[in-house]
């Protein structure tokens, strides 16, 4: 029987992990050896999470998948925490430590900024969310391109479950009007930052 080094074994995983998550579902079901290099923080760190992502229902309470998410995050995979901060603002409330997972992957992704700054604004945080609404305003093109990455995020939140409990209320700075009371004076083809984080803090709002 050939003998293959642990560290080599766990680099084989690690990439296969890094193709898709579900790639290591064969090695957890093959015994405690390749389970424990499964788990091991050079798999999880690595692994790909793409589909969590873009179908946050795998991250819900209820999933399959929930346990195996929760070990990234332990090892601090940034779309793991990503995922986990919005299931926790959305279904919990304002809460410190969710927004500080949130804001370490804020940077690396255009729709966590977007969530970031929304986020922000439902907690309350109204100088803080406007300064990050502007940071996500400078990395977009066009109102079409703000919308679709907005939408992708509004999906996002719907697809975890809010709970539909007003966790924000008390909290949100938004009540009846943007800052801007939508008085404009320029091009209806212009975006106008106050409107747009306006509309999409109160549908989140209104979501949980």
Request: hydrophobic share 40%; with cysteine.
């Given at each position: 029987?050939?003998?293959?080094?642990?560290?080599?074994m766990?680099?084989i995983?690690?990439?296969?992990?890094?193709?898709g998550?579900?790639?290591?579902?064969?090695f957890?079901?093959?015994?405690?050896?390749?389970?424990?290099?499964?788990f091991?923080?050079?798999?999880?760190?690595?692994?790909d999470?793409d589909?969590?992502?873009?179908?946050?229902?795998?991250?819900?309470?209820?999933?399959?998948y929930?346990?195996f998410?929760l070990r990234?995050?332990?090892?601090?995979?940034e779309?793991a925490?990503?995922?986990?901060?919005?299931?926790r603002?959305?279904?919990?409330?304002?809460?410190v430590?969710?927004?500080?997972?949130?804001?370490?992957?804020?940077y690396?992704?255009?729709?966590?900024?977007?969530?970031f700054a929304v986020?922000?604004?439902?907690?309350g945080s109204y100088?803080?969310?406007?300064?990050?609404?502007?940071?996500?305003?400078?990395?977009?093109?066009?109102?079409?391109?703000a919308?679709?990455i907005?939408?992708?995020?509004?999906?996002q939140v719907?697809n975890?479950?809010?709970?539909g409990?007003?966790?924000?209320?008390?909290?949100?700075?938004?009540?009846?009007?943007?800052?801007?009371?939508f008085?404009?004076?320029?091009?209806?083809?212009?975006?106008?930052?106050n409107?747009?984080?306006?509309?999409?803090?109160?549908?989140?709002?209104?979501m949980?």
């Open positions: 029987m050939i003998y293959i080094p642990v560290p080599l766990t680099d995983v690690r990439r296969i992990g890094s193709e998550f579900r790639n290591l579902g064969p957890i079901a093959a015994g405690p050896f390749f389970k424990q290099i499964v091991s923080r050079e798999v999880l760190i690595d692994v999470l589909e969590f992502m873009f179908n946050t229902r795998l991250g819900r309470e209820q999933s399959i929930r346990s998410l990234c995050v332990g090892e601090g995979h779309i925490r990503y995922i986990e901060s919005l299931r603002l959305t279904q919990d409330g304002p809460s430590e969710a927004l500080e997972m949130l804001e370490e992957f804020a690396s992704s255009i729709y966590a900024i977007f969530a986020m922000l604004l439902c907690c100088d803080q969310g406007m300064v990050i609404t502007q940071t996500f305003f400078s990395k977009v093109e066009t109102l079409e391109e919308l679709n907005a939408g992708v995020v509004e999906s719907r975890i479950g809010p709970g409990r007003n966790v924000f209320s008390g909290f949100i700075h938004f009540k009846e009007y943007p800052i801007c009371y008085a404009h004076n320029y091009p209806s083809t212009c975006i106008c930052q409107c747009f984080v306006f509309n999409y803090a109160t549908t989140f709002h209104e949980c």
